[in-house]
C-alpha cells in the first residue's frame, strides 16, 4: 500500500489544543486504498530527510490559519522533495487550498496573497490548458473553495520563479468576480495544487495522485520522535468557528500537543528541574 505523509495542522490559537486532519481528507486517501501517515507539525527539521524516506509523496491540507511553525516545516519538506526530484528521485506533492498557498510562497509568490470572498464557496473552472493532473469531466460545472486568499493571474505572471517552473491548468472567480488561479501544476516535477477542496468535491478522486505516489520507491522506516501512536475523533470547532459559524465543524483526527518522542520546551525544562532536586 502506498503511503501519503500529511503535516497535522496545529490549533488556531488555542492553548492546549491539539494538532489534527480533518476525516474528510482520511476518508478520502484511505478509500483510494492509500495509507495516510500523520506527520506532527512539531517534527524536528533534521527528521524530515527521514520521514521523506518513509512516504511515497506529501499531501498538504487546507486550513484556516497560517501558524508559523507549520509554515517553517512546510519549507523544508518543499525543500527536500524538490531536491529529491531534481535528482531523480519521484516524491509527488499535492496541496490544496492553504497547502496550494504554501507551495505558491515556497517559489516566491509576494505574501500575503490577495484577499477574495471565497469563503464557503462553489464554483465553476474555468479550465486553461491540459497537463498531467486528471481533471475529470464536469469540474467545469462546480467545485468548493472555502479561503480567504488567492493569487491571480497577474501576480503569478509577475514572479518569474512561478510562471518558469509550473503551468496554469484552471481559474475560478470569487463572489465579486475577481479571477484568480485555481489549479497548477510543475512543468517537470510531480507538484501539484489545487485552490479548492477536491476531498469536498463530487467526482474527484486522489486516484491520480495515487499512481504518482507508485512512482516512488521509497521505504524507510520513521524516526523515532516522528511516531504518532494515540489520535481522538472530534469536532474541529475550535479552528473553524470564526469561519465556518454558519456550519457544522468538520470532523477531524485530532493528535496529542505532545507527542511521543517530542517534548515542548516548557515540558522540557520542568523535568530537567526536578531532575536537580526542584521541589516544584
Not at 71 to 82: E, G, N, P, T, Y
Not at 102 to 130: C, Q
Request: aromatic share 10%; proline share 7%; net charge positive.
Amino acid at each position: 500500500m502506498r503511503r501519503v505523509g500529511i503535516i497535522t495542522m496545529p490549533p488556531n490559537d488555542v492553548p492546549g489544543a491539539a494538532s489534527y486532519i480533518p476525516m474528510s481528507v482520511i476518508n478520502w486517501f484511505r478509500d483510494a486504498g492509500i495509507q495516510v501517515v500523520p506527520i506532527s507539525y512539531r517534527l524536528r527539521p533534521r527528521d524530515v530527510p527521514a520521514v521523506l524516506q518513509h512516504v511515497n509523496g506529501l499531501f498538504l491540507q487546507g486550513g484556516p490559519s497560517y501558524v508559523k511553525s507549520y509554515m517553517r516545516l512546510v519549507s523544508h519538506f518543499l525543500k527536500a522533495a524538490r531536491a529529491a526530484n531534481a535528482a531523480g528521485d519521484h516524491f509527488p506533492v499535492w496541496g490544496t487550498c492553504h497547502g496550494f498557498q504554501l507551495i505558491l510562497k515556497e517559489f516566491g509568490a509576494p505574501w500575503p496573497l490577495t484577499s477574495v470572498d471565497s469563503m464557503v464557496w462553489s464554483a465553476p473552472l474555468h479550465l486553461r490548458e491540459a497537463g498531467r493532473m486528471y481533471i475529470p469531466a464536469g469540474a467545469e460545472a462546480t467545485v468548493e473553495f472555502s479561503h480567504q486568499h488567492a493569487i491571480t493571474t497577474a501576480q503569478f505572471n509577475s514572479v518569474n520563479s512561478l510562471k518558469d517552473s509550473f503551468r496554469i491548468l484552471a481559474t475560478a472567480v470569487d463572489r465579486r468576480g475577481q479571477e484568480y488561479i485555481a489549479a497548477i501544476e510543475h512543468k517537470t516535477q510531480p507538484i501539484y495544487g489545487l485552490q479548492f477542496h477536491p476531498e469536498l468535491t463530487s467526482g474527484w478522486s486522489p486516484a491520480f495522485f495515487k499512481a504518482e505516489l507508485e512512482k516512488s520507491t521509497h521505504q524507510g522506516v520513521l524516526p523515532k520522535g516522528a511516531v504518532i501512536k494515540s489520535a481522538t475523533r472530534t469536532r474541529c470547532s475550535s479552528e473553524w468557528a470564526p469561519y465556518h459559524s454558519d456550519l457544522r465543524p468538520p470532523t477531524c483526527l485530532r493528535f496529542r500537543r505532545t507527542l511521543k518522542g517530542i517534548r515542548s520546551r516548557s515540558r522540557s525544562r520542568s523535568t530537567k528541574k526536578r531532575r536537580r532536586g526542584s521541589s516544584d
